[in-house]
């Protein structure tokens, strides 16, 4: 699915965020959280921007309960138990049910 497949009902998680100093495992973790999010069922499509320290991370889903196995799933609870206590300086999680979409293609391909 791309972004253009998000629509009015599914949700969106959005994580925004500031890295510590101490970020010791946590290159390999976010690949792995990433990837099971990518394969949990009900996952949608995600994006980033930020500039490697403070960023957004946004992930969509189908609905409520996709959020839910997700947020059941045993390596995302110990990534969020690491990130708590040392990866982020701070952070904001929030969770928005999407009512409405526009989407306008890139001309670039």
């Known amino acids: 699915m791309e972004r253009n497949g998000i629509s009015k009902g ?3 998680v959005i994580f925004s965020y500031d890295k510590s100093t101490d970020l010791e495992g946590y290159q390999e973790m976010d690949a792995l959280s990433l990837k099971l ?4 069922e ?3 499509w995600h994006e980033y921007k930020g500039d490697g320290n403070v960023g957004i991370f ?3 889903w189908k609905d409520e309960a996709a959020i839910d ?3 059941k799933n045993t390596i995302h609870q110990q990534a969020k138990t690491k ?3 040392t990866w982020y300086d701070w952070y904001h999680s929030m969770i928005c049910k999407i009512e409405h979409t526009s989407f306008k293609p890139s001309e670039n391909g």
């Open 58 to 60: 946004i992930s969509y």
């Open 10 to 12: 599914n949700f969106a």
């Open 37 to 40: 999010a990518m394969e949990t």
């Open 69 to 71: 196995r997700w947020r």
């Open 42 to 44: 009900g996952y949608l």
């Open 83 to 85: 990130a708590k206590s």
